[in-house]
């Protein structure tokens, strides 16, 4: 069964009324032994990179394993950001590096251009590469909340993107890790799509 990681720093009823609402049953769980059975897992995130990270403490080895051994997992929002190996918000605290990069504050120039700092509300996909959650989404509105945004080192690894007075990475994924920096959970009905078709895979592995 997909297991939602209950570390303290998700908004997990959010999420996993989602999953209920396409009709999965997933469960909510911190027991290490549950998480390592767990055929998916998925990590939400809510508030600062370094108090995630310290929660994550007692799970990253769990994590890490389940992401070598080739199990799906997917990250949202914060969840996303501690896939990566710093961020600015935390200095000196390591995320768990499973993608080469950094996250960084957007810059205060883009008030120029009249944006909000954090970035709050919905923007439209800017779809770069085919992946496999995102099959049936195109130029679609995402609901975001963030004022950090990562920056890959590799390229590659970036399926879409939005602008934001600068070109924001929004999805990423490599393998079997899939990640989006929006909320898919609150994002309607493409946003459920995106849920559906992580499960879809789930089912094939």
């Not at 998925?42 to 070598?68: C, D, R, W």
């Not at 200095?91 to 990069?101: A, E, I, M, S, W």
């Not at 390229?155 to 899939?178: H, M, Q, R, T, W």
């Amino acid at each position: 069964m997909p297991t939602i990681v209950d570390y303290g720093s998700g908004n997990l009823k959010s999420i996993s009324n989602a999953f209920t609402r396409i009709g999965r049953e997933v469960r909510i769980s911190r027991d290490k032994e549950e998480l390592k059975d767990s055929e998916a897992l998925v990590l939400p995130g809510v508030g600062a990179f370094g108090m995630a990270m310290e929660n994550l403490m007692g799970y990253q080895k769990i994590i890490l394993q389940h992401i070598n051994e080739g199990k799906p997992f997917l990250g949202i929002c914060l969840g996303l950001q501690v896939l990566f190996s710093s961020s600015h918000e935390s200095p000196g605290v390591k995320g768990l590096d499973v993608f080469p990069g950094e996250v960084v504050h957007f810059p205060s120039i883009i008030r120029r251009k009249g944006l909000k700092i954090p970035h709050v509300g919905w923007n439209k996909l800017q779809i770069k590469r085919c992946c496999p959650i995102l099959e049936g989404v195109g130029s679609d509105f995402m609901y975001f909340v963030h004022s950090y945004y990562v920056k890959p080192c590799q390229e590659e690894i970036v399926a879409a993107s939005v602008d934001y007075g600068l070109e924001v990475p929004c999805v990423v994924f490599k393998d079997n890790v899939f990640a989006t920096q929006f909320h898919p959970e609150k994002s309607g009905e493409k946003g459920l799509l995106i849920l559906k078709n992580f499960l879809e895979l789930v089912d094939s592995y």
